[in-house]
């Protein structure tokens, strides 16, 4: 690689940056002012909101205060904490109920790897 072609690390953020960058938020300036501000990419700015949410959160902060500092909405959060509300209310839904295979059995998380290694036994011996 020559030396224009390197690629440079991202700068680390500071605590002060941090701060300064929930202050810009609650000032309702927008991605491209903050971005600005700070010296960063739109996206770093973004993608450090949603770090910053996501400790805050793990920290135990409630759901709407993080959304309110970060300046995120709550499916945003949401998504950056993994958080399918769709799935998980199907899952628990579900979960309290047994699975009922075509062959009449029971099928809880056991039967299935059960099932699974009964097929690759199966297969394995096709081979």
Do not use: F, H, Y
Request: some cysteine; overall charge positive.
């Amino acid at each position: 690689m020559t030396e224009n072609t390197k690629k440079t690390l991202p700068k680390k953020w500071t605590p002060e940056e941090e701060e300064k960058l929930l202050d810009l938020v609650e000032a309702k300036k927008t991605d491209e002012e903050i971005a600005k501000e700070l010296g960063r990419s739109v996206g770093a700015q973004c993608i450090r909101r949603s770090q910053i949410a996501v400790r805050m959160s793990k920290d135990g902060k409630p759901n709407s205060t993080v959304c309110d500092v970060c300046g995120l909405s709550e499916e945003e959060l949401e998504k950056q904490l993994g958080i399918d509300k769709k799935k998980d209310a199907k899952k628990s839904s579900t979960s309290s109920k047994s699975k009922v295979r075509p062959d009449g059995g029971s099928s809880g998380p056991i039967q299935e790897v059960k099932d699974i290694v009964s097929r690759l036994n199966e297969l394995v011996n096709l081979l």
